[in-house]
């Protein structure tokens, strides 16, 4: 993989985010705006582009390459991530009431705002493919084990609903595993619309992660020094440690990649949600968001670059 390739996708996508920013700054959008443009990005344009990863691609990929991905993804979202963001808690001394929280930024990386976009800029159709089998297990994770970990200790609210499983994101991701096993073939017309409305998530997530960080105060943000060594830990540290088991067993190497790069993405917008909605610590969860985004300029390149010299 192309480093300068990585570097340029980075930073193209983080000039997007800047103009977010100042977007909502200089208040062309506003709340209402954001929160609807968020559900469009998650109900059609997000769903949209996983889909077509599936519907135009050229060849079919080997079948043990395939249950690597779905049996690599389980093992990490459901026990190796949130085990390691449990220790990592404890680590840095996180207050008690903190520790599921820590546990879930640590678990759940920005797979879909983030991740997609860069895979789809390196990886192509193929890469996206295997990242949507990665976003099925994310979502089957994050609304069982990560509602769990949100609402620890914290009594009531923590029931799992099984409604939450249906969101558009799920449905499609399973959608696209069903058409890829059966080998349905769309025409071209359909394939070639599905991918143009797909084609808008990208630029739409990141101007969306701006507006969010423009929300933040700044200062207060940069102030929360517990989290500084916890996010060199979790966008660096982890994601080095987690190349050497990874690679011993995925052997294809798009596979291998897309669920290395995917792991190192910064937090997922999803912490500030689930905590606002569950009662946890809100304020956390975004600087957690704003200050991994910001590392993660150097620090995905950086874990790319290392693990090439392996």
């Known amino acids: 993989m192309d480093i300068k390739i990585l570097l340029t996708s980075m930073i193209e996508l983080f000039i997007i985010i800047f103009v977010g920013y100042f977007i909502y700054k200089i208040k062309i959008v506003d709340d209402n705006f954001v929160k609807k443009f968020t559900k469009l990005i998650l109900d059609i344009t997000l769903p949209a582009m996983i889909l077509a990863s599936v519907l135009r691609l050229e060849e079919r990929q080997a079948m043990s390459d395939v249950i690597t991905a779905i049996l690599t ?6 026990i190796i991530l ?50 949507a089998i990665f976003n099925l297990i994310f979502n089957l994770s994050i609304y069982t084990l990560g509602i769990w970990m949100m609402n620890k200790g914290r009594g009531e609210g923590a029931k799992f609903n099984v409604k939450l499983l249906l969101s558009p994101g799920v449905v499609i991701s399973v959608l696209s595993i069903l058409i890829y096993f059966l080998d349905i073939k769309a025409p071209v017309l359909i394939s070639d619309t599905i991918y143009s409305i797909g084609s808008m998530t990208s630029p739409a997530a990141m101007l969306l992660i701006g507006c969010s960080l423009a929300k933040m105060d700044i200062k207060s943000v940069f102030g929360e020094i517990r989290m500084y060594p916890w996010m060199v830990i979790k966008q ?26 995917l792991a190192a993405m910064p937090v997922a917008n999803s912490a500030v949600l689930f905590a606002t909605n569950y009662g946890g610590d809100s304020e956390l969860a975004a600087k ?23």
């Open 73 to 78: 993804s389980a093992v990490l979202f459901f």
């Open 236 to 261: 660096l540290i982890i994601p080095l440690l987690l190349w050497f088991p990874l690679a011993f067993v995925i052997k294809n190497e798009l596979v291998l990649m897309v669920t290395y790069i």
């Open 288 to 310: 957690g968001v704003f200050l991994t985004t910001l590392i993660s300029l150097l620090t995905v390149p950086v874990c790319i670059l290392l693990v090439q010299t392996l």
């Open 82 to 131: 949130p085990g390691i963001g449990f220790i990592l808690a404890k680590l840095v001394r996180a207050k008690r009431d903190q520790i599921g929280l820590y546990t879930f930024m640590n678990t759940y990386s920005n797979v879909g705002f983030m991740g997609f976009p860069v895979i789809e800029n390196l990886c192509g159709s193929v890469g996206l493919f295997y990242a």
